[in-house]
């Protein structure tokens, strides 16, 4: 691990901020002794929970901001009348230097232009993506484009296949990460001119990646890659859909178990297979979307978390700071710049 890491904290953003980001920071205090912060938000409501937990005081300085961006409020209005939100101040301190990475639970459009407008972009990205974990049958899945790119082009899709190998390789180790691009089929025929053009590229640019071609929708939990690209309304969509899918299940074991005297007798026998499942499946586990392609650290937690759900998200921007993801990223765009300069060449040549 890295020494001196230190990450700028949205205490404000989510739905029952501040008191899940900062008993998150608890957690992530035995988690990750190392890590200092830097806790942006309303002060009078922040110290509480400081006096609360004596051992914050030795991690957290509190920087105090007034103003809040709400849930429901306009990115636009969001950009305008929020320099002085507890959102902005967190992701300017990367910007200028006092921090590392950003963590927020906050409004996800909002964070995301602020972290644009403030950080940029890494140079040769044309548009950051969000960028997360889904359950699957061996392990986990990466998965991008998840809502930030509602349309995208040939060139952010190869982007995107890129960023989320970087990403992979960063967390998991994989030298070689599976790459697959979310179609309707998985034959080369398969799909728009936008998705087969895309793979072409990445079959000929010699990436650190081991690109499969097309997947189809179930292969994001079969684990048939390490990462699935496709554009940010499908991804949104898929994410949407897989979470009101795991909500339903749990619903329906509910309401089955509490059916009858027999049933409740077999949730006794089966309780400790059904808590390694249910583990398993756990949205706190995989909370902690990053944008990738921002030139800096910039991690979404979801609003609805708790502190272990938040301490989690923490733990995405610590392991993205301590193995230079950006650097990473950096080094193989360029590569394909030059694999795309060199292509451009040889046709003028022809």
Same mark, same amino acid.
């Given at each position: 691990m890295a020494k001196n890491i230190k990450l700028s904290v949205d205490a404000m953003g =989510?739905?029952?901020? !501040?008191? %899940?980001?900062?008993? =998150?920071?608890?957690?992530?205090?035995?988690?990750? !002794?190392h890590v200092k912060y830097l806790v942006y938000g309303r002060e009078a409501e922040i110290t509480p929970y400081l006096d609360k937990h004596p051992s914050l005081k030795h991690c957290c300085e509190i920087r105090h901001c007034d103003d809040v961006i709400t849930g429901d409020q306009k990115v636009s209005q969001a950009i305008r009348q929020g320099r002085n939100s507890s959102m902005w101040n967190a992701i300017n301190a990367v910007k200028i230097g006092d921090a590392h990475g950003v963590v927020s639970a906050g409004n996800t459009g909002a964070l995301m232009a602020m972290a644009k407008l403030s950080m940029r972009t890494l140079p040769g990205i044309d548009r950051p993506a969000i960028c997360s974990l889904f359950p699957n049958q061996v392990s986990e899945t990466t998965m991008l484009d998840l809502g930030a790119n509602a349309q995208c082009d040939v060139h952010n899709l190869v982007? &995107?296949?890129?960023?989320?190998?970087?990403?992979t390789r960063a967390l998991k180790g994989i030298e070689k990460p599976r790459v697959g691009l979310l179609?309707?089929?998985?034959? @080369?025929l398969k799909g728009t001119d936008l998705l087969r053009d895309?793979?072409? %590229?990445?079959?000929?640019?010699?990436? $650190?990646? @081991?690109?499969?071609?097309?997947?189809? #929708? @179930?292969d994001i939990?079969? #684990?048939?890659?390490?990462?699935?690209?496709? $554009?940010? /309304?499908? +991804? *949104?969509?898929?994410?949407?859909?897989?979470?009101?899918?795991?909500?339903?299940?749990?619903? /329906?074991?509910?309401?089955?178990?509490?059916?009858?005297l027999m049933a409740k007798l077999g949730y006794l026998l089966i309780k400790p297979v059904l808590s390694k499942v249910m583990a398993r499946l756990d !949205?706190?586990?995989? *909370?902690?979307?990053? &944008?990738?392609? %921002? *030139?800096?650290?910039?991690?979404?937690?979801?609003?609805?978390?708790?502190?272990? #759900?938040f301490a989690n998200a923490l733990g995405v921007a610590v392991d993205m700071v301590d193995r230079d993801l950006n650097s990473s %990223? +950096?080094?193989?765009?360029?590569?394909l710049n030059f694999v795309a300069t060199e292509s451009t060449q040889a046709t003028k040549t022809a």
């Open positions: =989510g739905d029952a901020a !501040p008191a %899940i980001v900062m008993d =998150g920071l608890v957690e992530a205090r035995l988690r990750y !002794p982007e &995107f296949a890129v960023m989320g190998a970087c990403f179609n309707i089929g998985s034959e @080369d895309a793979a072409e %590229i990445l079959r000929e640019s010699d990436l $650190d990646m @081991d690109f499969v071609g097309f997947v189809e #929708g @179930d939990m079969l #684990g048939s890659v390490d990462v699935v690209v496709t $554009d940010g /309304f499908t +991804g *949104n969509v898929s994410l949407k859909t897989a979470e009101g899918a795991a909500k339903l299940y749990t619903e /329906f074991l509910r309401s089955a178990f509490k059916s009858s !949205p706190r586990k995989y *909370n902690g979307a990053l &944008f990738v392609g %921002i *030139n800096g650290v910039a991690v979404k937690s979801h609003g609805g978390t708790d502190a272990i #759900g %990223i +950096g080094e193989q765009i360029t590569h």
